[in-house]
């Protein structure tokens, strides 16, 4: 009786010790460069609003990340968003933390944020009509960034979606280097 219990006790350890190693998957976050906001003051965006689009980016962020098990391409849209939050607001305290937690290998916790994922990418995009009316080359690249995360975060957003695509079309593909990766200035 003995040597069953033993046995079933070394099972059950074997058992957990291996879905602890599944649990604890490792990534690579490849953290974005943000030395200085792309953004200036003349963004057609008050400084409270800038504070909290970077605090649901880096929200909706760090839970793509959790639900898909740090998928590759759910990284690359990760460090997109947490780019650009932390170019919004460059010291918003929710962007920060996610990605010192995801540098060091940890997942961030789950946030309860302000509006579901379907919610915030239509707020995106009616946000981005706003930019674009208002003109200005840094309005109207927020507006396409912000189409862009809209229609990736809600591909059933025929809206986003349809003004993604437009802009890809008409533009070409956005480059997100100067966002994620800026080339140092020259002195």
Not at 146 to 165: G, K, L, T
């Amino acid at each position: 009786m003995k040597t069953i219990w033993q046995a079933a006790t070394l099972l059950f350890l074997g058992m957990a010790s291996a879905h602890a190693a599944e649990e604890a998957k490792e990534f690579v976050w490849a953290a974005p460069k943000v030395v200085q906001s792309i953004f200036t003051p003349d963004l057609g965006m008050l400084d409270a609003e800038r504070e909290e689009y970077a605090t649901n980016l880096a929200n909706h962020a760090a839970n793509l990340v959790i639900t898909t098990e740090a998928a590759p391409a759910s990284l690359a849209e990760a460090r997109r968003m947490l780019a650009l939050a932390l170019h919004l607001s460059p010291r918003n305290k929710r962007a920060l933390v996610v990605g010192f937690q995801l540098s060091r290998g940890m997942m961030p916790e789950l946030a309860a944020g302000n509006y579901s994922p379907q919610a915030f990418a239509r707020l995106l995009y009616s946000r981005s009509q706003v930019l674009e009316k208002q003109g200005g080359a840094q309005n109207t690249q927020l507006a396409r960034m912000f189409v862009q995360i809209a229609a990736a975060m809600d591909p059933r957003n025929d809206d986003a979606v349809y003004a993604s695509e437009v802009h890809r079309l008409d533009h070409g593909e956005f480059d997100w280097s100067p966002v994620t990766d800026p080339k140092p200035k020259k002195p």
